[in-house]
């Protein structure tokens, strides 16, 4: 997910919910020309409907879209105009950037693809290990475990503020 280039910086914009794709083609569209990466992460989950498991597809952070590149005044009221799209998250007079360590652990989730997958965990007692998969280095942030739902609530941090998602896992075995 990370670009090679030092300079990037990664900025979050608040959509509409439910608006994140058609917000994200819309920018990719304005910005064909421009450095500019448009990103919604999303997550696999397994849900139940109608007695029957399936698995899913849903926006890991409902309302944001998250973008990768240089953001100066042109590109800001470029943003602006964009249908769906409320706001870039600011602070006083410019583009908040999403911290470093923030990012770190959003790319480690979705590697090169914008899903995240399913991680194997082996639950000891009240002991959880990430045996691999996107939660792997990462078991620190585990919150609970659903075993039934195959789920794990896993506590991000955007822009300082911890935001718990669930994310889907497999109980490889458990003592």
């Given amino acids: 997910m990370q670009h090679n280039n030092a300079n ?19 920018l ?3 910005f064909r020309d421009k450095n500019l990466r448009v990103l919604v992460p999303k997550r696999k989950l397994r849900e139940r409907k109608n007695g029957i498991w399936e698995n899913r ?3 890991l952070l409902p309302g944001y879209v998250l973008l990768n590149g240089r953001i100066g005044i042109e590109e800001y009221y470029y943003l602006k105009g964009i ?7 600011s602070d006083k007079s ?16 979705i590697c090169n ?11 000891d007692g009240s002991r959880v290990e990430v045996i691999d998969g996107p939660l ?18 896993v506590r991000l941090n955007l822009l300082g ?14 003592a």
């Fill in 28 to 30: 990719k569209y304005k």
């Fill in 136 to 153: 792997l280095g990462l078991d620190g942030l585990i919150e609970s475990i659903d075993k039934r739902k195959g789920r794990a609530k």
């Fill in 8 to 26: 990037d910086k990664w900025y979050a914009a608040f959509v509409l919910t439910g608006e994140e794709d058609n917000v994200k083609e819309r």
């Fill in 94 to 109: 410019e583009p908040l950037e999403i911290n470093k360590d923030e990012i770190s652990v959003i790319s480690k989730l």
């Fill in 83 to 89: 249908p769906g799209l409320v706001r870039i998250l």
């Fill in 161 to 174: 503020e911890p935001r718990v998602v669930e994310l889907s896992i497999s109980t490889l075995q458990s």
């Fill in 57 to 59: 597809v849903r926006t």
């Fill in 113 to 123: 693809d914008e899903i995240v997958g399913t991680s194997n965990v082996l639950i």
